[in-house]
């Protein structure tokens, strides 16, 4: 399971981390409260915030995958990746090279754009198009229908993807839960820690301790910078070269 930290290396602030996080930092867009910027109700009233937002978020223009990311790929590598659960909207772990079939992303996506009013589904490119260059708000294209679109980014009010729900069978065949900076506090993506059987061991790695991680005497706590876990349970698995490797493999594929 990952959150918004696990991108902070790549420098996205997270959310609610008191002076860095997004939701201390909006006051240019004038919110009436800072969770506004990814409410339905507010974004059918005025999109502009979130589009501001969404411009420098959008996936593969402004922010790379880190060495977080770059593990859970490397898992997958190493046929030990069941499946990534992620509230993060900035496509990293995709570009990081987790295959679709391992990845949940519980919050959505800008991977595909639809109408908020009668759900036609858009052309994702002229989506992003219009994103970049910031020729906003996206109106819909279907005859008679005045409706906006937007990424399928799940907003507050929004239902999950029905498959996040698939959750509840695979824990059952999860030998361990590693859940990756996020503070827990939205559900239900946080439910997911409290499924997983009292026998699986569950692994924080985060600045902090969250939610009901350390309740059980099987719990493991990796507090501190998550690139410092990640490298540490790298060298413990001994895959530091494999890590290096991705590293530098991913490094020269940008070139
Ligand atoms: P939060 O900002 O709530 O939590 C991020 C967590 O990551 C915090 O506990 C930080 O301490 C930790 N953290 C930050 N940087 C770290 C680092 N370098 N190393 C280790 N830990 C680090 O973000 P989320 O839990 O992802 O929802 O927030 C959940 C949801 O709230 C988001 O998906 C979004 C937001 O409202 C929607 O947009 C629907």
């Known amino acids: 399971m990952a959150g918004a930290g696990l991108s902070t290396p790549s420098g996205i602030p997270d959310f609610r981390t008191p002076g860095t996080g997004l939701y201390d930092n909006l006051q240019k867009y004038n ?4 969770e506004a910027i990814f409410d339905i109700h507010y974004f059918m009233m005025d999109a502009r ?22 593990f859970l790929r490397l898992l997958h590598e190493e046929k030990k ?12 772990e995709r570009l990081a090279g987790v295959p ?12 595909t754009a639809s109408c908020t009013l009668c759900g036609k589904i858009h052309n994702p490119d002229r989506v ?15 005859a008679m229908c005045k409706g906006k679109v937007k ?21 059952h065949f999860t030998d ?15 439910g997911i820690v409290d499924t997983v059987g009292k026998t ?12 009901s991680l350390g309740s059980r005497s099987n719990d493991v706590i990796l507090a501190g910078d998550l690139k410092d876990s990640i490298w540490s349970l790298t060298k413990a698995l001994g895959w530091e070269e494999k890590l290096k490797n991705l590293e530098e493999k991913y490094d020269s594929s940008e070139e």
């Open 81 to 92: 990746l069941q499946m990534v659960y992620t509230q993060n909207i900035d496509g990293l």
């Open 151 to 171: 990424p399928d980014v799940v907003f507050f009010g929004e239902n999950l993807p029905s498959s996040f729900w698939d959750y509840h069978h695979h824990v």
């Open 200 to 211: 699986t061991p569950r692994v924080l790695i985060n600045l902090n301790s969250v939610g």
């Open 176 to 190: 361990l839960l590693l859940v990756i900076g996020t503070s827990l506090e939205v559900y239900p993506f946080a």
């Open 100 to 111: 679709d079939s391992k990845l949940m992303e519980a919050h959505g996506t800008f991977a």
């Open 31 to 34: 919110l009436p409260y800072p």
């Open 128 to 142: 992003k198009e219009a994103i970049i260059d910031g020729d906003i708000p996206i109106m819909c294209e279907a």
């Open 49 to 70: 915030p979130f589009f501001t937002l969404a411009q420098d978020l959008y996936p593969g223009v402004n922010y790379k995958p880190n060495v977080g990311h770059r």
